[in-house]
């Protein structure tokens, strides 16, 4: 199946990088978010990104208007009945995007493919919340989505063959790398990432290290371009956290149980780059 036009749940960071490179590659995008106020801003940010690009002559401005033609922001779902495909790129919630599979079920075409951006909740279960499992599948992008290079697709226990294939050559068409990763909690990335984070959470609690000493000792010592701490506030210690308990609660084991300092941070509202507080101030 040839995906040209792609609905996008969420006009947030991650929703907008992927409207952003699917309109780079010539897919007409719907970017849809509760308001379409929200869904407008989103499409405001993807311009201003694209305007940086200009100004460093790695984009001409003609392509930019172009990219930015390709884009059209909604509110609600009434737009994506011509969709091919749906991303979802809500919060890390599962209630919430069970609400929205089941929607997207009714307001989509029955052709249409359902995928979700979930970095750990299961396939199969939003699929289950559908009359199409064979059409859902997970398409996990790493954040910031134009700039990493990889996509994880995540096959539920119905996904059929041709809806991944269908992705996987989507996810070629936007220049990605794609891994495939079995539908288990926190698949291939946050399944080794996230108690990494946590860990860290965990040596600052025990008073191991400073965190600049801790970020510094990963980044130097094991050749990571960013320290856990500098990582976790990218992310949004929000969703580490709903990905931690996810781990913790589907897999049993106790190695992935959140770190306090990890909920309380979260607690007083230190969320990391996007509330301006976490680890770090900015």
């Given at each position: 199946m040839s995906i040209e036009t792609l609905g996008v749940i969420g006009a947030g960071?991650?929703?907008g990088g992927i409207a952003q490179v699917a309109a780079q590659a010539g897919i007409k995008v719907v970017l849809v978010d509760a308001q379409l106020e929200m869904a407008e801003k989103g499409r405001a940010k993807i311009a201003s990104s694209l305007?940086?690009?200009v100004q460093k002559g790695k984009l001409p401005e003609s392509e930019r208007t172009k990219?930015?033609?390709?884009?059209?922001p909604a509110g609600g779902y009434g737009s994506l009945g011509t969709c091919d495909l749906v991303v979802e790129a809500a919060t890390e919630n599962q209630e919430l995007k069970k609400k929205i599979f089941s929607d997207l079920?009714?307001?989509?075409?029955?052709?249409?493919?359902l995928a979700s951006n979930t970095s750990s909740i299961s396939i199969t279960l939003l699929g289950a919340q559908t009359k199409r499992p064979g059409k859902v599948i997970g398409m996990h992008f790493m954040n910031p989505v134009p700039v990493m290079k990889l996509v994880e697709v995540v096959r539920g226990l119905?996904?059929?063959?041709?809806?991944?294939?269908?992705?996987?050559a989507l996810g070629e068409r936007f220049g990605k790398k794609i891994v495939t990763a079995k539908d288990i909690p926190g698949f291939i990335v946050n399944r080794l990432l996230i108690p990494f984070l946590n860990e860290a959470c965990f040596a600052l609690q025990e008073s191991l290290g400073s965190i600049e000493d801790i970020d510094s000792g990963c980044k130097l010592g094991l050749n990571h371009p960013?320290?856990?701490?500098e990582l976790a506030d990218l992310i949004g210690l929000d969703t580490c956290l709903a990905i931690?308990?996810?781990?913790?609660?589907?897999?049993g084991d106790d190695k992935y149980r959140p770190a306090p300092l990890l909920r309380q941070y979260v607690a007083a509202g230190w969320l990391g780059r996007k509330s301006g507080r976490g680890f770090y101030k900015y």
């Open positions: 960071q991650m929703g305007e940086k690009l990219i930015l033609s390709n884009i059209t079920d009714r307001a989509t075409s029955p052709d249409a493919i119905a996904t059929d063959d041709a809806t991944y294939q269908s992705i996987v960013m320290g856990p701490f931690s308990e996810v781990l913790h609660d589907e897999l």
